[in-house]
């Protein structure tokens, strides 16, 4: 646990705003985002660009957050599912969507291994995973789950290396391979 269960407002609004590739998003105060917002659009940009996503895809924004991954692409595919289990993050996420007139997305308040396991049982075949997990990885149930959802591609962002290592090593067992990495410096001068 990172923050406690109690959030007390002392000066100013509950929420932030800001704009990210030409969408406008409210963070809650309970809700992950990138505090470096430059590197952090050529972050998502370039994992939108290493998707090669078409009109006809569907993908699954999994630790979709409030939405900003997802909804940076979704007017460019068919259906967008995100997956987050930080209640607050999916309450702002729907209301991102809804910010930003976007309707071809559907948020799931869960695990991320969870929810594919209900897509999959659901007949959701996504053309395009793409995965934004904590530093500390996927877990070994997730990255089951996905591959047996059967993505055609699977776009990994990491902020460690060293887990995303592992969880491709793990993705390689299934027959997945690595074409492309680009590290992106979102914490210039530190470790």
């Excluded at 997802?70 to 991102?96: M, P």
């Excluded at 897509?119 to 793409?130: F, Q, R, S, T, Y």
């Amino acid at each position: 646990v990172i923050m406690g269960n109690e959030t007390r407002l002392l000066y100013g609004n509950e929420t932030i705003n800001d704009k990210m590739l030409g969408n406008q998003y409210e963070i809650s105060t309970q809700s992950f985002y990138q505090v470096n917002t430059v590197m952090a659009e050529k972050l998502y940009q370039t994992a939108i660009d290493f998707s090669e996503l078409e009109s006809t895809d569907t993908v699954i924004d999994a630790y979709c957050g409030i939405g900003t991954i997802g909804l940076s692409f979704a007017q460019h595919v068919k259906k967008v599912y995100g997956v987050e289990i930080v209640a607050s993050a999916i309450r702002d996420a729907v209301e991102n969507a809804k910010r930003n007139s976007i309707t071809n997305v559907e948020y799931e308040c869960s695990s991320a291994e969870v929810a594919m396991k209900k897509w999959h049982k659901e007949g959701i075949m996504p053309d395009v995973l793409m995965v934004d997990p904590p530093r500390k990885g996927l877990t070994d149930s997730f990255i089951k789950a996905s591959v047996e959802m059967n993505p055609k591609k699977i776009t990994y962002i990491s902020c460690n290396p060293a887990t995303m290592a592992r969880d491709i090593a793990s993705y390689k067992e299934f027959g997945y391979r690595l074409t492309k990495v680009q590290p992106v410096d979102l914490f210039p001068q530190t470790h």
